[in-house]
């Protein structure tokens, strides 16, 4: 019965909460206006990002799949593996999860985790802090190469060592936070003596090469796919509260709305100019979309661009933020459910989202810094 009673006010609150936010909306720009921007907002999001985005996809899905078949992640591997150690705190094999989740997205490094070879070189601590570690670096290269495409080669790779900072902060928080809540478990293998992980190779290296570049381009495709409710749904949302009324009114056209994000981030554009550099409040709804999808996010960049609110130092930024946090909100409770560790879930959270602040402001300072030097 008190269950009954719960659904039953839960429902009263939905309406209330959806009346009043779509009342909003089209009290500013009109019923009509607000359907129709609605619908054309997420039809030109289809046709001119989702599309875009599924093409970079497919071409870094088949690279990241070359750079495997043929030892190229190997050799980064073993080049990476003596950084871990001081940097994260975990075994040299960890660097195989961070480029694993570079190439493709954030659950990838947990059919790693729950290979019983790769996590035997673990602590239990660390191994459960894979998760943040992982996250950090999701869909990196798509998110690298969409922002290169952009025209933005060095503020990409400012916010490629931001997102790096951030790893580090969040993977050493979460260690910290956890280390005493979980039992402590010695690896069975020596961490001095460490093999890599071994990726079997069968065929011709003309029909390897085919292979790679067809299944790779598929998972590309596959991403793309999955990209589309995020980018339709959560974008349309927050660009119908992010940008304002056009100069000769309301028309229904993608794009316009009511601007409720900038006017309450205008409260704390000290904060986000201290921190970011941003140049306008608007700005900052690139990474709170990133907290639910990166995909979503990539498809405010464009609009951004062309409305002049984002320069060099605001792509450092989102690219830093985009990666490190890459939709962790989305995807943490199901990682940690996946290593049977959900009751963490707080911990991680809070952990990687001081870890995708700090990628931000080390990006924006970096970038300061790049362009006072060069």
């Known amino acids: 019965?008190?269950?009954?009673?719960?659904?039953?006010?839960?429902?009263?609150?939905?309406?209330?909460?959806?009346?009043?936010?779509?009342?909003?909306?089209?009290?500013?720009?009109?019923?009509?206006?607000?359907?129709?921007?609605?619908?054309?907002?997420?039809?030109?999001?289809?046709?001119?990002?989702?599309?875009?985005?599924?093409?970079?996809?497919?071409l870094a899905g088949a690279l990241g799949r070359l750079l495997i078949e043929f030892g190229v992640v190997r050799l980064l591997e073993a080049l990476l593996a003596p950084f871990m150690k001081p940097l994260f705190n975990l075994p040299g094999v960890a660097s195989l999860g961070g480029l694993m989740t570079f190439f493709s997205d954030n659950p990838a490094i947990i059919s790693l985790v729950n290979d019983?070879?790769?996590?035997?070189?673990?602590?239990?601590?660390?191994?459960?802090?894979?998760?943040?570690?992982?996250?950090?670096?999701?869909?990196?290269?798509?998110?690298?190469?969409?922002?290169?495409?952009?025209?933005?080669?060095a503020a990409s790779l400012i916010g490629f060592l931001g997102a790096i900072f951030g790893a580090v902060v969040s993977?050493?928080?979460?260690?910290?936070?956890?280390?005493?809540?979980?039992?402590?478990?010695?690896?069975?293998?020596?961490?001095?003596?460490?093999?890599q992980i071994s990726f079997k190779s069968k065929g011709s290296v003309?029909?390897?090469?085919?292979?790679?570049?067809?299944?790779?381009?598929?998972?590309?495709?596959?991403?793309?796919?999955?990209i589309i409710p995020g980018v339709l749904i959560i974008s349309t949302l927050i660009m119908m509260i992010t940008f304002g009324e056009p100069a000769g009114g309301y028309t229904g056209a993608a794009f316009e709305g009511v601007p409720f994000?900038?006017?309450?981030?205008?409260?704390l554009d000290w904060l986000f100019r201290a921190l970011f550099g941003f140049r306008s409040p608007?700005?900052?709804?690139?990474?709170?979309?990133?907290?639910?999808?990166?995909?979503?996010?990539?498809?405010?960049?464009p609009t951004f661009l062309d409305k002049g609110l984002a320069g060099g130092n605001e792509i450092a930024v989102f690219t830093a933020m985009g990666m490190c946090w890459s939709g962790y909100l989305?995807?943490?409770?199901?990682?940690?459910?996946?290593?049977?560790?959900?009751?963490?879930?707080?911990?991680?959270?809070?952990?990687?989202?001081?870890?995708?602040?700090?990628?931000?402001?080390?990006?924006?300072?970096?970038?300061?810094?790049?362009?006072?030097?060069?």
């Not at 894979?130 to 080669?153: C, D, E, H, R």
């Not at 979980?182 to 069975?188: A, C, H, L, M, R």
């Open 261 to 267: 994000m900038p006017r309450i981030a205008g409260l």
């Open 282 to 301: 608007e700005a900052i709804a690139f990474p709170m979309t990133s907290l639910g999808a990166v995909g979503a996010a990539l498809s405010l960049i």
């Open 206 to 226: 003309f029909l390897r090469f085919i292979n790679s570049i067809l299944d790779g381009g598929k998972t590309g495709v596959d991403l793309g796919l999955a």
């Open 116 to 153: 019983r070879h790769f996590s035997s070189y673990f602590k239990k601590y660390q191994l459960i802090s894979l998760t943040n570690f992982g996250t950090a670096f999701g869909m990196g290269l798509v998110v690298i190469s969409f922002m290169i495409g952009k025209g933005f080669v």
């Open 1 to 58: 019965m008190k269950r009954v009673e719960h659904r039953r006010v839960e429902a009263v609150l939905f309406l209330i909460c959806f009346f009043a936010f779509f009342g909003l909306l089209s009290h500013g720009m009109g019923l009509q206006n607000m359907i129709s921007t609605m619908m054309k907002t997420s039809y030109a999001l289809l046709i001119d990002t989702v599309l875009y985005i599924m093409a970079v996809s497919v």
């Open 330 to 374: 989305s995807t943490h409770t199901a990682m940690l459910d996946a290593l049977k560790h959900r009751e963490l879930t707080s911990k991680a959270l809070l952990a990687h989202t001081a870890g995708g602040i700090a990628a931000g402001v080390f990006a924006h300072y970096a970038y300061l810094l790049f362009t006072a030097l060069f």
């Open 171 to 195: 993977t050493r928080i979460m260690q910290k936070l956890i280390k005493n809540k979980v039992p402590e478990e010695i690896p069975t293998s020596s961490q001095g003596d460490e093999e």
